[in-house]
């Protein structure tokens, strides 16, 4: 167990909707990562805060955004949805800021499905 | 800027016989490297992590690697591969600072078979 925890663990969704994901970090840890995780394209990072900031962007798509709150669990959202959303999302997180030789502890994963 | 490159996205060995997973990475400074695991339906797990120190670096479940900085590569190991091992592996590269990204190697999924 990572101690990152991550629901729901599959959304079904039709195209054009929105959804929310939603990620708790270890305990202790200030950073939180998003990472998408598809057949085509691998595993690719969206967006990491830290302390409640946006720390780095990646790949993440103007139709998607994230926050942290100060409690510091994070939320992903997913807006007008289309079929190539389809994925497994991935949050992870990390003691510091950048990752340098920390490692990231990664949740199970939410699996989203846009029919 | 940094980057991995995993050499074959599948492989397939015996029970019994020798994993070799391959690793090579570009950076302009020296890195911080890992290798990840993932089961499936599970989110990814840490094998082992190179930082700085000694090249030969050992992690879970009977696995090793060696840093070799003249050959740029982080190849991961275990002499002996048992069922358990089928997994995919990913490879992953840091660098120092605070504003450093992990950059992660399109993966490498492992069949034992019989």
């Known amino acids: 167990d990572s101690g990152v925890t991550q629901t729901p663990k599959h959304l079904i969704t039709a195209t054009g909707q929105r959804v929310t994901l939603r990620c708790s970090p270890r305990?202790?840890?200030?950073?939180v990562y998003w990472y998408q995780q598809s057949l085509d394209q691998g595993l690719q990072f969206l967006i990491q805060?830290?302390?409640?900031?946006?720390?780095a962007k990646g790949n993440i798509l103007e139709r998607f955004s994230a926050q942290q709150f100060p409690d510091l669990h994070s939320e992903l959202n997913l807006s007008s949805l289309e079929l190539g959303d389809s994925a497994l999302y991935f949050c992870?997180?990390?003691?510091?800021?950048?990752?340098?030789?920390?490692?990231?502890?990664f949740g199970n994963g939410t699996r989203l499905t846009v029919t | 800027a940094q980057s991995v490159t995993q050499l074959g996205s599948h492989v397939s060995v015996s029970e019994g016989a020798l994993v070799l997973l391959r690793c090579n990475y570009s950076?302009?400074?020296?890195?911080?490297l890992f290798w990840y695991v993932q089961y499936p339906n599970q989110g990814l797990q840490l094998l082992l992590k190179?930082?700085?120190?000694?090249?030969l670096v050992k992690g879970i479940n009977g696995f090793e690697a060696e840093f070799k900085k003249s050959e740029t590569s982080f190849h991961l190991t275990k002499p002996s591969a048992h069922m358990s091992d089928a997994a995919e592996y990913f490879c992953?590269?840091?660098?120092?600072?605070?504003?450093?990204?992990?950059?992660f190697g399109t993966g490498t999924r492992l069949q034992v078979t019989l």
């Open positions: 805060y830290y302390n409640g900031e946006e720390r």
């Open positions: 305990s202790g840890d200030l950073s």
């Open positions: 950076s302009s400074v020296p890195p911080y």
């Open positions: 190179y930082t700085t120190g000694a090249t």
């Open positions: 992953a590269v840091s660098l120092t600072g605070t504003a450093s990204k992990l950059t």
């Open positions: 992870a997180s990390s003691t510091t800021a950048g990752t340098g030789d920390s490692p990231l502890h």
